[in-house]
């Protein structure tokens, strides 16, 4: 498990998951949608909503799962989580930041 703080921010969690290229991102304390579950396989399909759209606009991203307490993020195979991980922590971040504001 890797910490991601940045002062003033949500700390977040990233977590292994059985599928090598899939992430477990949580942020303890905070939520990222209300209730249910959205799952996204394209940028197409993720076009209309805020935080999905933005993680996939990082090169390498390929699925997004979102619930209330967590983000499942799937990158391609041929991408290296040393490349990405940090970015969709700052998306992660900076979305939160937004829905701690409403």
């Known amino acids: 498990m890797r910490f991601w703080k940045k002062s003033s921010t949500a700390e977040l969690q990233s977590q292994p998951t059985p599928n090598p290229n899939s992430l477990k991102f949580t942020a303890p304390g905070q939520t990222f949608i209300d209730s249910g579950l959205l799952s996204f ?18 090169q390498g991203v390929c699925d997004v799962l979102i619930l209330p307490e967590f983000v499942t993020v799937t990158k391609r195979p041929d991408v290296s989580w040393d490349l990405i991980e940090h970015p969709v922590c700052e998306v992660l971040r900076a979305y939160l930041a937004e829905r701690t504001v409403r």
Request: hydrophobic fraction near 70%; avoid cysteine; glycine fraction near 0%.
């Open 41 to 58: 396989r394209s940028a197409e399909a993720a076009a209309a909503h805020p935080l999905a759209a933005a993680l996939f606009a990082i």
